[in-house]
């Protein structure tokens, strides 16, 4: 039962095309730095380097990938540079293998845990609650009930925001007005999902990084008063990152680790940038699994990241 039987033709397709400007930059530079040679030697190797690292792939992961492909031309004597994309995507879809971090299966919670409630962090702008909005759809599709609680109160727009989202997908949410204790929001929201029997909870949050003591005593405020309703709240923190960003991404990572405990990461806006390079240096780097890739503002364009289609996609024909 591999992963293929599940990602069907119009999920691919959808990768495919969300993935596209990262794909050609990448194509193009390796095109120009292959260009006039027929064998992968030190110069092609070093103009390799400077496309991975300037593809936001990091330089740590560049590094590895790079000594990988020099392994096997020690083994194999002879590469053609026809083959290097081909073997570069082997040799980046082994290396993350080698991260043991688990992938899930489909838009699923685990068992024994309901509501399984996640909260979701991460700085203004980065695709929160449209992130929400999407997992709300998947999970509801996946048949769960579904609730969201709209504790980013510092804004006006951000609760109507959640509000359109929820009438969108068709679920329920708990608010409160502008300027409220986010963690009444989040309070009122368990009790609410508890009594109602929800399946999921989902806590949007406000990010606001540039005060990081406020921001960590505020998210653990929340959890705190999470735990009052269900003590093993939140399951997971899910941390958004804007992929557009590159380097970006892994600073807001770290300094995000620092003001809580982040357990999973979905790296947003790959469709608008040529820099999705950086999902996989962040899936190498990071102890923290990377669980949803966003690769569009629908509805659809959430997806779980699998690291094997994912760099099939990006290094494939
Ligand atoms: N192209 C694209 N835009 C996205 C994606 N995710 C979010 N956005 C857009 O990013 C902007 C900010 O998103 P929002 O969810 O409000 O961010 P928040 O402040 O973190 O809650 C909105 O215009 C979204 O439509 C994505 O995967 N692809
Ligand atoms: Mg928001």
Redesign the pocket.
């Known amino acids: 039962m591999g992963f293929l039987n599940f990602f069907s033709k119009d999920k691919k397709e959808n990768l495919d095309k969300g993935l596209s400007k990262t794909k050609e930059n990448v194509f193009d530079k390796i095109t120009r730095a292959v260009a006039g040679k027929s064998k992968v030697d030190e110069d092609v190797l070093d103009n390799l380097e400077e496309v991975l690292v300037t593809s936001d792939v990091g330089v740590e992961t560049t590094l590895k990938v790079i000594q990988r492909i020099e392994d096997r031309i020690a083994r194999d004597k002879y590469v053609n540079t026809n083959e290097l994309t081909a073997i570069l995507r082997e040799e980046i879809a082994s290396l993350l293998q080698d991260n043991q971090v688990e992938e899930l299966e489909d838009f699923d919670i685990p068992a024994g845990k309901k509501p399984y409630v996640i909260m979701v962090v ?10 929400i909005g999407k997992l709300a759809y998947h999970f509801k599709k996946a048949g769960k009930k579904v609730y969201l609680g709209a504790a ?1 109160t510092f804004r006006a727009a ?1 609760v109507e ?1 959640l509000g359109i989202w929820s009438e969108r997908v068709g679920v329920d949410i708990v608010k409160q007005k502008m300027g409220s204790d986010p963690a009444s929001v989040a309070y009122d929201t368990l009790n609410s999902a508890v009594a109602n029997h929800a399946d999921v909870v989902i806590i ?1 949050t406000a ?1 606001r990084l540039h005060n990081k003591i406020n921001l960590m005593n505020e998210l653990t405020k929340i959890k705190n008063v999470m735990k009052k309703v269900v003590p093993d709240a939140p399951h997971e923190v899910l941390l ?1 990152l804007d992929g557009s960003t590159g380097q970006n991404a892994y600073n807001q990572a770290k300094e995000f680790s620092k003001a809580t405990e982040i357990t999973a990461l979905a790296i ?5 940038t040529a820099k999705g390079g950086v999902v996989i240096g962040i899936s190498d780097q990071l102890q923290i699994p990377v669980k949803y890739i ?4 629908g509805l659809e ?2 997806q779980i990241f699998r690291k094997k289609e994912f760099v099939d996609s990006l290094f494939g024909n």
Do not use: H, M, P, R
């Open positions: 991460g700085v203004n702008g980065v695709g929160k609650t449209t992130t980013d951000a925001q949007d990010g958004v947003t806006k790959l469709d608008g966003g690769i569009g503002e364009d959430l």
